[in-house]
């Protein structure tokens, strides 16, 4: 009897429609070539186009609403009739932070195959993983903004870091380099300029690592990371860092494996007592949105971050090896990685490979 999992699936806006839709045809060929799991999916159209008909991007009850499944599956949020802050605070933040989802984990990975962007850089140099803090830091939604529209007009915005927050992260980055086999852990702050937060998050880091006494480490100013990320990223491999800089590094991370359209992002609740989230890291690209030409592979790696996540491991491994198959073959890809095919002809390539190694 197939493992049974409860999954919220959300596509959101723009490309997160076009993407969703395809991960969630390639998780279910995977299900019936295994065997091993079935998704017992529901889809949530919770997206602008709610928010212009509704007035709210998600119900009242939301919480409510997602609480009963092991996981979401989610697409992207942001469309140009809407200001940025109003659908991130609208449909993704809120469920990153009530559902606790404090680990935000981000491969970087050049897969094989794919032409990356670094000189001289191949996939045997682009290897590691971001741990990013997500539910307060830059992002903890605290401030306010007075004297609108006047000279003296002000506007505050905090940044928040609790022991709490701050040493879960870094323990769940060392145990990721343990149970990952990874040899090392970087930090990234920027404590020169950021006297009192980031002096804290590096002080809490030493005391953290000393727990971990076969875990390298080093400490890394954000900028310092950012043209590291460009000049050694062989020299990375478990990089932890706040919810503002890990989002930005992510980005540069995504560009030096190939394209935007590849990372995936798991936003995990470690204690298990909400869903975790699982989606691309890119956003909602309205200028490429419904034109069937949107990279559907950080999806589907999202999707294989699912499957780890809820322990189908095996299932996990052979779908990871058929993304692999794909980028390796190099025939069949999108525009943003140089090809010419669809969304729907890359899932085929992805289910091609699936069937193959399911036989
Ligand atoms: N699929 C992720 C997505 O829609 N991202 C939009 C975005 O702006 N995210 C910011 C963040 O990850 O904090």
Aim: glycine share 10%; aromatic share 10%.
């Amino acid at each position: 009897m197939p493992n049974h999992y409860a999954v919220a699936v959300i596509p959101g806006d723009g490309i997160g429609v076009d993407v969703i839709n395809e991960g969630v045809r390639v998780l279910d060929h995977l299900a019936d070539v295994t065997g091993a799991f079935r998704l017992d999916y529901e889809r949530f159209n919770w997206s602008t186009a709610r928010y212009f008909e509704q007035g709210s991007y998600m119900p009242s009850d939301w919480t409510k609403v997602l609480q009963p499944f092991q996981t979401i599956y989610f697409g992207a949020v942001g469309w140009p009739t809407v200001p940025d802050h109003i659908s991130l605070w609208g449909l993704l933040l809120p469920i990153r932070k009530a559902f606790d989802q404090y680990a935000n984990v981000r491969p970087v990975r050049l897969l094989p195959g794919l032409r990356g962007r670094l000189v001289g850089k191949g996939a045997e140099h682009i290897d590691f993983v971001c741990v990013r803090e997500n539910t307060e830091g830059e992002y903890s939604g605290v401030g306010g903004r007075v004297h609108r529209g006047t000279p003296h007009e002000v506007a505050i915005q905090d940044i928040v870091f609790t022991r709490m927050g701050t040493e879960r992260i870094i323990r769940y980055a060392f145990e990721y380099a343990v149970t990952r086999g990874r040899k090392s852990v970087q930090s990234v702050t920027k404590s020169n300029a950021m006297q009192f937060s980031a002096v804290f998050w590096d002080d809490v880091f030493e005391e953290v690592a000393t727990e971990y006494p076969a875990i390298a480490t080093q400490r890394y100013l954000v900028d310092a990371m950012a043209a590291r990320f460009v000049t050694h990223p062989e020299s990375l491999d478990v990089v932890v860092a706040s919810n503002l800089f890990a989002d930005i590094l992510t980005d540069l991370g995504g560009a030096i494996q190939g394209s935007m359209g590849m990372p995936p992002s798991a936003n995990i609740d470690p204690t298990r007592r909400h869903p975790s989230l699982f989606e691309p890291v890119h956003g909602s690209a309205p200028d490429i949105a419904g034109k069937g030409i949107a990279n559907p592979l950080g999806t589907i790696w999202a999707g294989q971050m699912m499957l780890d996540f809820l322990g189908e491991t095996e299932s996990a491994t052979l779908l990871m090896q058929a993304i692999e198959a794909v980028t390796q073959a190099g025939t069949v890809l999108t525009p943003d990685l140089g090809g010419t095919a669809t969304t729907g002809k890359v899932t085929d390539a992805v289910i091609a490979a699936l069937t193959h190694a399911g036989r």
